[in-house]
């Protein structure tokens, strides 16, 4: 029985409750779907961890264990490069590997240049940040979007940062930074020995 939909009244209390009950197996759904994302997405870093983690008892060579790290890290966060700042002698944020497809601002060796502030902050503060909607002259590489930035920290000292960066806006989720800081642990920690 088909009603004009112009018409007051046009469903009846029938018709509502089938729509009600449809619009509700939809919401269900759409949260089943996000859910599932989400620890698709957590399963993912969890697998990265554990091969960072097998790597730092295996690989003595510390280039050879940030170019793993920074091999596996873009899939499991979305993110399209990778960065390690290590502190120098004069406890200045340097460049010691990168990988990705964005144009880091500095090559390997060199200091970080441009507003310090920002990184030195993280480091300083010891505290990671989730920059969705940053500013294209603050990232650690040209044209970023959005960054994540943990500190290196091993046994209480700050020995330097690991930055994501992705040319997206809103690429991060904060969930995220938690696999992230595990990570960051274990390199410090491998770094450090």
Known sequence: MRQALDQLDAFDNETVDLLTLFATNAAIALQNSELYSRERRRATQMEAIYKIAKQTTAVLDLHELLSTMCSLLPDAFAAEHVCVFLLDSEDKLTLRREQGKL???????????????????????????VANDLSPELGACENTGSEMCVPLVSFGQRIGLLVCSSSKKEAFHPEDVKSLESM?????????N
């Open 103 to 129: 144009t880091c601002r500095v090559r390997e060796g060199e200091r970080f240049p441009l507003q310090p502030g920002y990184s030195e902050s993280v480091l300083a503060l010891g505290e990671s940040i």
């Open 184 to 192: 960051a642990d274990i390199l410090a920690t491998a770094i450090q």
